[in-house]
């Protein structure tokens, strides 16, 4: 008598093992901690790992979170306090077993609290052992309270430029703006955990968009070819809205959260997703896409549209930008240096005068050689500064392009 075949069970989050993606979050120092014991009761098919130099803080993570405590012969076991530089140097001193603790990941998650000692000093060094091993990397990272005073506010902006140095992108948070989600009068704990949940709220969507299959598909190659590169500023949101104009209210309601000052500037490379229920139409996402694409109709876009019965009669949009402030302001100051340049040339060249001669026969001659002169500068003048305006078109066109794949624009964004 034959067997029936059974059925192969599915692993616990399948959707991120079937793709076979290694992403870990790593929370550093004590910030970082508090951070990572709020994304692991929501965030699956991730790893986590909590690393400082304060055995204290490793004590209260919560159980199946790996802990990393190093710097204990330096530290001995009690903290950097806010000294980031001695923190940096226990994070060198083992950055062996740093990277050992990292491991081969295809995308590594930092996440901490800035302007303090663990998360400041030895955060870029943990960035920098992501870089060695090439992998993906993203960090998310508050700024101190304005009442924490200058010199906190002066080591996490020191720490945010090292960091940027080594990862692919950085959201920056500061935590005056969780005063736009609370009372006054609310607690500082319960005021961190709402920021933390912020934060729980932006990975669970990411992750959801990369592993989740979907009428037009984004996976992890979609996400590691708008990430690729470094020192990349991150914008990344969602807005949800119902009713006749859902489309156009949902792109707005990105931008209208506490946690974000407008639209994003500057932007060079968009992944968004659409998730509607069965209703959800072509039109509707073709004004969601149109929209975005506002924000720079020249970025690469990558888009993804799913389908879900838990929002029949509503749309989500989950949107990321890209955007290389740093990198666009020397373009430009490079640029306006060469127009100057040029246009001084060009006038020098333009204002030449022909020596005066004493005799009236030659001031003759001498008025119709300058008036030869002023002729054929004429028209290299206005040809130079055509050129000028193309050079500048140029360079921007290989700004947009360089060392960026290309792939196709969706149709209904393609010039009419």
Known sequence: ?????????????????????????????????????ELT????????????TDQAVLKKVKKGVRTLQFGEKTAGGMGTGMNPELAQKVAIEEKERITRAIGEQNLIILVGSLGGGVGSGAGPVFAACCTEQKNISIGIFT????????????????????????????????????????????????SLSALNQVFVGWLCDLMGVISRPGLINIDFADLKTILLGKGKIL????????????????????????????????????????TGGKDLGLKEVETVSNQ?????????????????????????????????????????????????????????????????????AEQGEEKQQKEKIENATENPTRRNALEIKKEEKEEKDREWDNNNPDWDIPAFLREK
Request: hydrophobic share 35%; proline share 6%; charged share 35%.
């Open 1 to 37: 008598m034959s067997k029936k075949p059974t059925k192969p069970k599915k692993p616990a989050n399948s959707s991120l093992q079937t793709r076979k993606v290694k992403i870990k979050v790593i929370g550093i120092g004590g910030g970082g901690a508090s951070i990572i014991s």
């Open 41 to 52: 009761p929501s965030l699956k098919g991730v790893s986590f790992l909590v690393a400082d």
């Open 143 to 190: 700024l101190p309270f304005l009442f924490e005073g200058e010199k906190k506010m002066k080591i996490a902006k020191k720490a945010l430029v090292d960091l940027q140095d080594s990862l692919s992108g950085v959201i920056v948070v500061p935590n005056e703006k969780i005063l736009e989600l609370v009372d006054k009068k609310t607690p500082l704990k319960k």
């Open 235 to 274: 914008f990344f949101g969602e807005g949800i809205a119902h009713g006749p104009n859902r489309a156009e209210e949902a792109v707005k309601n990105i931008f209208q959260n506490p946690f974000c000052e407008g639209e994003p500037k500057r932007v060079k490379k968009m992944l968004f997703n659409v």
């Open 292 to 360: 975005i694409a506002k924000l720079n109709p020249k970025a690469k876009i990558i888009f993804g549209i799913s389908e879900d019965p838990t929002y029949n009669g509503k749309i989500k949009v989950t949107l990321l930008c890209v955007s290389d402030t740093e990198k666009s302001e020397k373009t430009e100051k490079k640029i306006t240096q060469q127009k100057k340049k040029r246009t001084r040339r060009i006038n020098k060249e333009t204002k030449k005068q022909v020596p005066k001669e004493e005799n009236k």
